[in-house]
């Protein structure tokens, strides 16, 4: 039985479920009375209930006492900014939903995010963790990838390696490690920079994993004809984060670039492992319905479990074995492409 209709109606399905999901929001709590009550009397008393803050102490002409309120914060926090405002829409936060919940009511959002935890002044946790698993999940992946490159095989009389995709792959490892990185880094504090750096290398990693698909799924090894594929993409990819950042940050339309870009280059690479007959196809069709059902996923926004877990959490979960299976792929692929020329060569 042909096994690639199923997997095509598994992504085309997922990424419909995707766009016409996602929208789907919980009413925003920042519009109840008794929060924003609560917000602004924290804001010129400096406490919410038994708890005060040194940062909301103000002198008679508006500065903080005893200087900036980061001054008195341990020195892995500091950079992290939490200032008199966030601090009392966190608590206040956390007072409404707790009153809520006696109350047998759902949790809502905040500012449109959910009623997240945090830990040691980290604002999403388990994501957090599971971005920075996932980031030394691509280091041993690339690693492994580039010993093997350069240890474990011959090189080429130039020194090159008989593997005419090194380099690319190379360039998706630092991409894919960048991406990961900076997801940790905006899971960890909410703002508008750490949001579009996210957004933008996620974007970027994105873009490149669809050119990389068309160049080795139609084995396009000429530097030039690589150039004139690549160009038009990259020009995209670019045009798109300029937008996000300096134009409007459209997450719904950043979301549409994204499913589409997603759904195109899992296609290609499904496609190519039906009609190649790659000895290991079967890693990129459990990947990419791994993926594909990762995306569904994310259109079940549900509140955080606990104020830990959300749905987000669950897709980077998903990403981790993933990515192992992909980079044990990419070496798969490796192997495969030098036995071919070794053979030539003898």
């Not at 007959?277 to 569904?296: C, D, E, N, T, Y």
């Amino acid at each position: 039985m042909n096994p690639m209709p199923p997997l095509h109606s598994l992504l085309l399905l997922s990424a419909l479920c995707f766009l016409l999901l996602r929208p789907l929001a919980a009413t925003d709590g920042a519009a109840d009375p008794l929060y924003t009550d609560c917000v602004e009397q924290c804001e010129k008393s400096g406490c919410v209930g038994d708890r005060c803050f040194q940062h909301c102490k103000f002198s008679s002409d508006g500065k903080p006492i005893d200087g900036p309120w980061y001054m008195h914060e341990p020195l892995y926090l500091r950079w992290k900014q939490w200032d008199c405002r966030t601090d009392c829409r966190y608590h206040c936060m956390l007072s409404r939903e707790e009153e809520r919940t006696k109350h047998g009511a759902q949790p809502v959002k905040y500012h449109g995010k959910w009623p997240f935890k945090r830990v040691s002044g980290i604002q999403e946790p388990v994501a957090v963790a599971l971005s920075a698993l996932n980031l030394a999940i691509q280091f041993h992946g690339w690693v492994s990838f580039f010993i093997l490159m350069y240890y474990n095989f011959p090189s080429r009389p130039d020194k090159k390696t008989y593997y005419e995709y090194t380099g690319l792959w190379h360039i998706y490892g630092v991409l894919s490690m960048n991406s990961c990185l900076w997801s940790a880094v905006f899971h960890s504090r909410h703002v508008e920079l750490t949001e579009k750096l996210d957004c933008s290398f996620a974007v970027a990693l994105l873009g490149y994993t669809l050119i990389l698909s068309i160049l080795r799924a139609f084995n396009v090894k000429d530097e030039a004809t690589r150039v004139m594929i690549s160009a038009p993409l990259i020009a995209f990819v670019i045009t798109h984060i300029l937008y996000l950042n300096f134009y409007e940050f459209s997450y719904g339309w950043n979301m549409i670039v994204c499913v589409t870009i997603s759904v195109c280059q899992l296609l290609i690479w499904a496609i190519w492992a039906g009609v190649s007959g790659h000895p290991s196809r079967w890693k990129i069709f459990v990947v990419g319905a791994g993926q594909g059902l990762a995306m569904v996923l994310q259109t079940f926004d549900f509140p955080p479990y606990k104020g830990y877990v959300d749905a987000h959490a669950l897709w980077h979960a998903t990403t981790i074995p993933l990515a192992f299976l992909w980079w044990s792929f990419i070496r798969d692929d490796a192997e495969f492409r030098i036995s071919y020329h070794l053979k030539k060569v003898k």
